[in-house]
């Protein structure tokens, strides 16, 4: 009998031996590749199997290109600054570089409990002053470019964390930190023109080998549409509201206007009669979120009292203001065509508003609508001398109708807005900007850099629209870099993202002090190849990646303008009934003692055996025996037949090259689930065949235990080092497969009378159609009755005499 498996001694053992001597090592000779785990924050609840989930994927990959002959890059760091490490740290009552500090080490302990090939020597913390010196000297380029602007808006501000949040951060009209209600304050707000990119970040998509629907999370979250601006005169003035519409073609249906409630023009066009309750619509208006208005189950709105004129039939058009119209889209004013736009319905409908038909399918007049015609084809009805016209082929010529007649212009709109970058807290990196009263904004030196964030005993924020900074005034109060006259630093920092919008790129030059990144580094390793994490942050970091990424490209910086060329999103791991793992709800799964108990190996296996990678699946701790079992029948396999001497059979010359075939396969095809299946597979067929011929040759126990490797490292180190190997399994090249030696030379058919199956016979694969009917009819001997009036064979699969 072979000695017992002991994960405890035998992942000691290697991880020891890989600190003494790494097995990813470039020699000069092997190709590069970079995979990337998007970085974590460092939370102080640690890592729970969710976490484990995305870090496998990533080093079973990297491992497995590796063995493929690369060099492989695969780093790891900490995304350390924003609001997560700020709560944690209030929620504690410590100080928030502290707080950091230690959920740093303990994630770092667990993170090596996978025994991933990270690199820690590429380490980086976005809280190191090292580091965010390069985020701040991003800033300070983009100031001098003209990306980085000034503007007092009314944004997003949650009352609990007592910052301004960009709309991405608002999920269903909460802080996506904490949960809270967001409301609206009106605040100067640093900005970053990342609509300038809105068209290269929406056509570049196209270059990229990313899911699908992360490219149309994109592309609809940037929004592109075509449309119009029209002018819409105020009755008895020559004063005029632009609108913004992707329907042009449907102008005399529009039958009113709505308006923002924050509209430069919407207090001014209140009557007497309606001045109170259009004040008290604005005031309610101000307390929602952006979110919030444009979801909205019930529409809410104000009459102003005044008209605008329809420029096409001279129609008086009531102005309304409502909410689910936002200031910052489009030109903050719509027409409204209630009878082929939904929301115009709706609120046509509450409103007691005309409703005018102006498209209908085969030019039939709907009567009593009940809901908005809203297909996109159609003939035009009761639209002056447009009547009769298609819809499709109107919408396309109508903007240039409006240009030739003098009251609007063809346009495009995007729905993407310029991104709001100040917070209005302690811990991020101070925005290297000092106001002067005279030089007004004026970027601090770049040879100044970094501006370092002060020591302060109270970081808690202020709720005043202030960050905490602002009350230091030994750090605010300076002097201008142009005039050397007083002046006030910045005392807003930045969000978390902009810590994460370019690490990948540091990564590979992490101690270069003299530069962000070298270019010719860049050049060689970058961009990324392959990019790993999950779908949350499919608008968030992968679109500011993106426009950090052109914006780097640009100034010249880098010579690649995407910063991941493949990206691959892993799906959650869940608590019972697919509820998301989280401390509050008391169902978090820590790996500390799952390690433990049943050791990395098997921990690693059962992550990617729990589903397909890239769906979410439900944890079922239960699940991990049978794989733990599972290692253990891979152990006996090898430990019993590994010095048995026998040579291999063609059954083992087919199943081993059956074995790489497949496992390659599913491998490139991302389907890790199955990969692991097809290894218990394999296992028991070999365990069969040892247990028939006496062993198993030597060559195909080394070919499993290669491929196995990547999934299982520790315990593929040691079998290889009992096969008598002195080197690491990691030093092999990944096993190649013969298609020609696939081939089963015996099949076994199915012998059928009137498509029941009698018996089962085994036959040569190329045998004839006459002979293996020939062998069915001998095979069912006497259960063979009646008269014969057909012969069905199915090459390889059945014979089906059909019998009367």
């Not at 492989?72 to 709560?87: C, R, S, T, Y």
């Not at 809410?300 to 119209?325: C, E, H, M, Q, R």
């Not at 048995?644 to 390659?664: N, P, S």
């Amino acid at each position: 009998m072979s000695v017992p498996y002991n994960h405890k001694e035998i992942e000691k053992k290697w991880r020891l031996n890989w600190e003494k001597k790494p097995v990813n090592v470039q020699d000069g000779s092997k190709k590069e590749y970079y995979c990337l785990d998007m970085f974590p924050y460092p939370s102080g609840s640690g890592l729970h199997v969710g976490h484990w989930r995305g870090y496998v994927i990533s080093d079973v990959w990297s491992r497995y290109k590796m063995l493929n002959g690369y060099h492989v890059i695969h780093p790891m760091g900490w995304d350390a600054f924003g609001l997560p490490a700020e709560n944690y740290a209030i929620k504690m009552g410590v100080h928030p570089r502290v707080s950091t500090a230690e959920n740093v080490a303990n994630i770092k302990r667990q993170i090596k409990e996978i025994s991933a090939v990270y690199d820690w020597d590429l380490e980086v913390n976005t809280t190191d002053p090292n580091y965010y010196k390069w985020t701040q000297w991003i800033f300070v380029k983009m100031f001098k470019e003209g990306l980085a602007y000034q503007k007092e808006m009314p944004i997003n501000w949650c009352p609990s964390c007592k910052t301004g949040l960009a709309n991405e951060e608002v999920v269903n009209g909460k802080c996506e930190r904490c949960g809270a209600e967001v409301t609206k304050k009106n605040l100067n707000q640093w900005m970053l023109k990342i609509t300038k990119y809105a068209d290269r970040l929406l056509n570049d998509l196209d270059k990229l080998d990313w899911p699908e629907k992360v490219k149309k999370m994109q592309t609809d979250w940037i929004g592109k549409s075509y449309g119009a601006e029209v002018d819409f005169k105020l009755e008895n003035s020559d004063e005029k509201i632009t609108v913004y519409t992707t329907r042009p073609d449907t102008l005399y249906g529009a039958t009113f206007m709505v308006l923002a409630p924050e509209h430069e023009m919407a207090k001014k066009l209140a009557t007497a009669e309606t001045e109170k309750a259009v004040e008290e619509y604005i005031t309610m208006a101000a307390n929602k979120s952006s979110v919030d208005r444009l979801q909205g189950k019930e529409k809410t709105g104000v009459f102003t009292g005044s008209y605008a004129i329809n420029p096409l039939n001279g129609a008086k058009v009531p102005i309304w203001l409502s909410d689910y119209v936002l200031a910052d889209y489009g030109t903050g004013a719509i027409m409204c065509v209630p009878a082929h736009d939904d929301r115009d319905f709706e609120f046509a409908t509450k409103f007691n508003i005309p409703i005018i038909q102006v498209i209908a399918k085969d030019g039939k007049e709907i009567e009593n609508m009940t809901e908005a015609y809203t297909d996109a084809v159609g003939t035009m009805i009761n639209s002056g001398d447009w009547n009769g016209m298609e819809s499709a082929v109107l919408k396309k010529e109508a903007p240039h109708i409006i240009e030739e007649k003098g009251f609007g212009k063809a346009t495009v709109n995007y729905k993407l807005r310029d991104w709001v970058f100040s917070r209005q807290r302690y811990w991020g990196e101070p925005i290297p900007i000092i106001h002067c009263p005279d030089c007004g904004a004026v970027p601090v030196p770049e040879e100044e850099l970094p501006l370092l964030l002060p020591e302060v005993d109270s970081y808690q924020p202020t709720g005043t629209g202030e960050s905490p900074l602002a009350d230091i005034e030994e750090w605010v109060n300076t002097t201008c870099p142009c005039c050397g006259k007083p002046a006030k630093r910045e005392t807003n920092t930045m969000p978390q993202w902009a810590g994460s919008s370019w690490y990948f790129l540091r990564y590979v030059d992490n101690k270069n002090d003299k530069e962000l990144v070298n270019k010719q580094k860049a050049h060689d390793l970058l961009p990324v190849d392959m990019y790993i994490g999950g779908v949350e942050h499919a608008v968030l970091h992968l679109l500011y990646s993106r426009f950090y990424t052109k914006f780097l490209y640009d100034i010249g910086v880098v010579d690649f303008e995407e910063p991941f060329a493949k990206l691959f999103n892993q799906g959650m791991i869940t608590g019972k009934n697919g509820i998301k793992m989280s401390k509050s709800k008391g169902n978090v799964v820590s790996p500390d003692d799952l390690v433990r108990d049943y050791g990395c190996d098997s921990l690693r296996i059962y992550e990617l055996f729990v589903g397909p990678p890239e769906l979410d699946s439900e944890w079922d701790e239960r699940g991990i025996d049978g794989v733990y079992r599972f290692i253990n029948r891979f152990w006996h396999l090898v430990e019993d037949n590994k010095d048995c001497g026998i040579a291999a059979t063609k059954e083992m010359e087919k199943t081993r090259h059956k074995l790489v075939y497949d496992i390659t396969t599913r491998l490139e095809g991302f389907s890790l689930n199955t990969v692991v299946s097809g290894f218990m597979e394999y296992n028991n067929k070999l365990l069969e065949i040892a247990k028939k011929e006496g062993g198993i040759d030597k060559e195909t126990l080394e070919t499993m235990t290669i491929l196995i490797a990547p999934f299982a490292p520790h315990i593929a180190e040691e079998l290889w080092e009992r096969l008598g190997h002195e080197n690491s399994v990691f030093d092999n090249k990944w096993p190649e497969y013969d298609k020609a030696k696939m081939v089963d030379d015996e099949v076994k058919v199915a012998v059928q009378i009137n498509g029941k199956t009698k018996t089962v016979i085994e036959v040569a694969a190329d045998i004839s159609k006459d002979d293996v009917i020939a062998k069915a009819k001998e095979a069912l001997g006497d259960k063979l009755s009646g008269n014969i009036i057909k012969e069905i064979y199915v090459p390889k699969k059945i014979v089906n005499l059909v019998v009367k």
